[in-house]
């Protein structure tokens, strides 16, 4: 059967040459890097290699601000409890990220709160856009942190984050600037060089290196609790025996992710288009929700009214076409997005909405396949929703 994998926000395929790099560390090349023998060597000079192209990855001045991690999520949970650890005090407690960040944010922001941290949560508006002026309207001088995600996963929303970054350090040059960049990775240009911002965590998984691989880029001079204790790994920022072949893949990833840039900032976004036209031109039901100015080339959000979205993931599913409905993270539970909540898409959507994502495998045969198959599962879906009248009116059914 024919597979159409629509679903690259969630995990992404590993690529052929990364795992290729990885391989030798496996087998002959697995001494531990912290070891003195010649071997050792050949794995912590594998690791400062691939430690050079996350660095030139992310556009940071120095290989010495990248920190491995096991994936995004200790990324964001060392950045933000390192911080709130480090710096808060009984007077300075204020800490602030946005409605549509990824749980591993929002649930670090919760058990904050629980320790007795005050939190802002900044909204969006229809377009699934952050207003800058409100969210720096709530730094004060008691505000240690900001954490803004770099594009959102389920919409592919842009976020502003070196404006933000450099307009919070000009009210307060004490707060730090923590950004999730997993779904900025691979899909458009990073340079963090030049920013204001302090912490930048990505993830392996996303961009077609292995899951349980990905990096914290902390900015020179910056400070934190360590979150994981130990030996002196990572400079001690984060202790325990370095992952090394997935390090080596992550390195390797890095550096195909930035020579294919170009590729899918114009043929991923050709083919994402493609896919968006189609199914919104086929169907009356179907609304846009990724209506963000700026967006990723890979992902489109789209809800279909009337329909629900559970069900045409499963029909979808028995075609071959993979795509997600909220993110993987929070599926299994009924509730509606909370990126979608957010930004105020109205019910009768809201639970029929489904994300499609690409990467740079996808090809022109599978968004022909899922423009011809996408609209047909919704017509059939149509006949047994509760909405005939509305799915009449709108032309679905006769
Ligand atoms: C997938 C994802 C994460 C979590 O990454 P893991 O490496 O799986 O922990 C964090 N933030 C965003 C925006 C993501 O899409």
Redesign the pocket.
């Known amino acids: 059967m024919k597979e159409v994998y629509l679903d690259n ?3 992404t395929k590993v690529d052929e040459k990364v795992l290729e790099k990885m391989l030798p560390y496996l087998k002959e090349n697995y001494a531990n890097p912290s070891s003195m023998y010649n071997t050792a060597r050949i794995s912590a000079k594998a690791i400062e290699k691939a430690r050079e192209q996350v660095a030139d990855f992310l556009g940071a001045d120095d290989k010495e601000t990248i920190i491995f991690t096991s ?4 990324g ?1 949970n060392t950045a933000i409890k390192g911080v709130v650890e480090q710096f808060s005090t009984p007077e300075n407690n204020h800490i602030i990220t946005s409605q549509v ?2 749980p ?2 929002l649930s670090t922001y919760e058990y904050l709160e629980k320790k007795g941290m005050r939190a802002t949560y900044i909204g969006v508006n229809e377009n699934g856009e952050l207003n800058i002026d409100n969210l720096l309207s709530k730094v004060t001088p008691q505000t240690i942190l900001v954490s803004i ?1 770099h ?3 389920e919409t592919g929303a842009i976020y502003p984050v070196y404006d933000i970054a450099r307009e919070v350090k000009k009210i307060n040059s004490n707060t730090k600037v923590f950004v ?1 960049g ?2 900025a990775a691979g899909k458009i240009n990073i340079n963090l060089k030049d920013s204001d911002i302090d912490f930048y ?1 990505i ?4 961009f077609h290196a292995p ?1 349980g691989v ?1 990096a914290l880029y902390v900015k020179k001079g910056n400070l934190f609790q360590p979150f994981m204790l130990g030996g002196h790994q990572e400079h001690s920022l984060r202790a325990g025996t370095q992952n090394t072949p997935y390090i080596v893949g992550l390195g390797e990833a890095a550096r195909l992710a930035k020579e294919s840039l170009n590729y899918e900032l114009t043929e991923v976004k050709r083919l994402r288009d493609k896919l968006e036209n189609g199914i919104l031109k086929a169907l009356n039901n179907a609304k846009l929700n990724s209506k963000s100015k700026e967006r990723v080339p890979n992902t489109t959000n789209i809800g279909f009214e009337y329909i629900e979205g559970e069900l045409i993931l499963l029909y979808l599913n028995d075609l071959g076409i993979y795509a997600s409905s909220g ?3 929070t599926s299994g539970s009924l509730d509606p997005s909370h990126v979608l909540r957010a930004q105020k898409v109205p019910f009768t959507s809201l639970h029929g909405s489904i994300r499609f994502s690409l990467s740079r495998f996808t090809t022109d045969d599978e968004i022909d396949f899922a423009i011809e198959n996408v609209p047909k599962v919704i017509k059939k879906l149509a006949e047994i929703s509760p909405f005939q009248d509305e799915l009449k009116g709108l032309g679905l059914l006769n």
């Open positions: 926000n969630a995990t994936c995004a999520t200790e964001a960040e990824h591993c944010v995600m594009a959102n996963n999730d997993v779904q965590s993830s392996g998984h996303k899951k990905g993110s993987a993270c």
